[in-house]
């Protein structure tokens, strides 16, 4: 069983940092790429970024996040790290780990962790 395991997230003020990271354990053969989405209440889940096993990020193209959040990831370690720096209000979110992995035992492809809250607020 692959499993996806967020942590990081915590209640900030505007203008301040977090780092998340997420680790990916289980009967894994290869992680192909790592990613990031969120979702705030009512809304739907956001792609936020991601990097693949090469280390090529991904970033979508609005300006709300582009230039202040950056993805890494440490292959050695299977654990992709998201660094938000100056957060803002909207920023608030559960951030949800996200996997494309090639299992052992099982025919699945794309892994979600179980989400840590991030809160930024004054």
């Known amino acids: 069983q692959v499993q996806l395991v967020e942590s990081g997230g915590d209640l900030v003020q505007p203008g301040g940092s977090l780092r998340l990271s997420c680790t990916a354990s289980?009967?894994?053969?290869?992680?192909?790429?790592m990613g990031w989405y969120r979702q705030a209440p009512g809304k739907p889940r956001e792609f936020v970024a991601a990097i693949t096993s090469t280390n090529w990020p991904n970033y979508p193209p609005s300006p709300s996040l582009k230039g202040r959040f950056t993805i890494s990831r440490d292959n050695s370690k299977n654990t992709t790290y998201l660094q938000m720096n100056n957060l803002k209000p909207e920023d608030t979110a559960v951030y949800y780990c996200?996997?494309?992995?090639?299992?052992?035992?099982?025919?699945?492809?794309?892994?979600w962790g179980q989400g840590t809250q991030v809160t930024v607020s004054s």
């Open positions: 996200n996997a494309q992995i090639n299992s052992y035992d099982s025919d699945a492809y794309d892994y």
């Open positions: 289980g009967s894994i053969f290869a992680i192909y790429a």
